[in-house]
């Protein structure tokens, strides 16, 4: 697996074939017209101009921030010109996603000017037309890490919350704690 590195400068890759260490993780949707960076554009410091390079740059400081030293973006860590390792990336995406210490949702697509100029009611409105939402690759992005933006009260709401999602109805039994996944 190759993963950037956050305390080095520019974009610079380290792979690792085993004990991956703790690696940061982005879902988003991928900017139209070639403006992402590919493996290619890494490994010969190409693509200044490009839309793709500024989200990156951003997820390496936050990764930077949280004091996490490595972070894995799927535009530019997977060489897509190698049929083998694409399709390696591809049947261990959801496995990578899982096992990151954190993930990111990036929506690209969602403009607040400030935090007190919309209201509650119309910030649920511009997320959830988000593209991210719609595509089909954020889904496993989204059910896969132990962390995306979600937080519960209870431990036992991390389970319950999902009923729906699988249609499941089960009663709830507050108190059970981790027992809910069962």
């Known amino acids: 697996m190759g993963l950037l590195h956050s305390k080095k400068p520019g974009l610079q890759f380290e792979e690792f074939y085993s004990d991956i260490p703790s690696y940061y993780i982005i879902s988003h949707t991928w900017y139209p017209n070639n403006q992402e960076i590919p493996y290619q554009d890494v490994l010969n410091g190409a693509g200044e101009q490009k839309l793709g390079l500024q989200k990156i740059l951003k997820f390496k400081e936050l990764v930077s921030s949280k004091q996490g030293d490595y972070f894995w973006v799927d535009t530019c860590c997977i060489d897509k010109t190698s049929s083998a390792e694409l399709s390696e990336a591809i049947n261990s995406m959801y496995l990578w996603y899982k096992e990151a210490a954190a993930c990111s949702a990036y929506l690209s697509d969602v403009d607040i000017p400030n935090s007190g100029s919309l209201r509650s009611h119309d910030s ?26 979600r937080t519960t009260t209870r431990v036992e709401d991390q389970s319950y919350s999902l009923m729906g999602l699988f249609g499941v109805n089960m009663p709830l039994l507050y108190g059970e704690g981790p027992k809910a996944f069962i």
């Open 124 to 149: 649920s409105i511009v997320f959830k037309s988000s593209r991210w939402f719609t595509r089909g690759w954020t889904l496993q992005e989204l059910l896969a890490p132990k962390s995306v933006r």
